[in-house]
């Protein structure tokens, strides 16, 4: 019974979540109501402030599960006492296939962004979040924290230019592009990129 619940729960989140993301690149994310939304997904109003408090928050659906996991990648590639850098780009290499079935998710995250200033600057906090997520797990790594701030700062601006070009270029693998961008911001890179 538990298994039934969860599983329409998931499924009506995901409608939801599909629901406001098709309504924002159409329509523009403030012309888009919680309302308009919720019936979009075929459910009530109420609802949807059961899944979200508020709309923007159906952009960003899986990012605690999935910072989470980038600690963890953190932690586990630091043992094999690689450089702030190396550990930080074999961690999100390591993550980045979790991404790369949302393709066309993220196709409709960054249209929607296009339409509304507030969305644009939920986005750019939202950078800022994995940004910090990843310095605090190189300081808990063991990385002191200027070191682990700088390598954070730039392995996550890789990290949005290699998405950038994988939704655009319409080719390869996220991880694939991840790659390249580490291997070309640090020589010899190749060895250390997976674990």
Known sequence: MAGLRE???RSTRRALEDAALGLFARDGYEATSAGAIARAAGVTERTFFR??????????????QRQARL???????????????????????????????????????????????VLRGRLYDVVHTWQR????????????????????EAAI??????????????AGSLAGHLES??????????????R
């Open 51 to 64: 899944y979200f408090a508020t709309k923007d928050e159906v952009l960003t659906p899986d990012r605690e």
């Open 133 to 152: 997520t990843l310095a605090a797990a190189l300081v808990e790594a063991g990385f002191g924290s200027l070191e682990a701030e700088v390598t954070a």
């Open 71 to 117: 600690q963890a990648e953190v932690v586990a590639v630091a043992a094999a006492r690689r450089t702030a850098m190396q550990v930080a780009a074999t961690a999100l290499v390591a993550i980045a296939p979790d991404f790369e079935a949302e393709r066309d998710t993220m196709l409709l995250r960054r249209r929607a962004a296009v339409t509304s200033p």
């Open 157 to 170: 601006a890789v990290w949005q230019g290699s998405i950038t070009r994988w939704l655009g270029e319409d």
């Open 181 to 194: 961008a580490f291997a070309a911001l640090t020589p010899g890179a190749g060895p250390w990129l997976r």
């Open 7 to 9: 599983q329409h729960k």
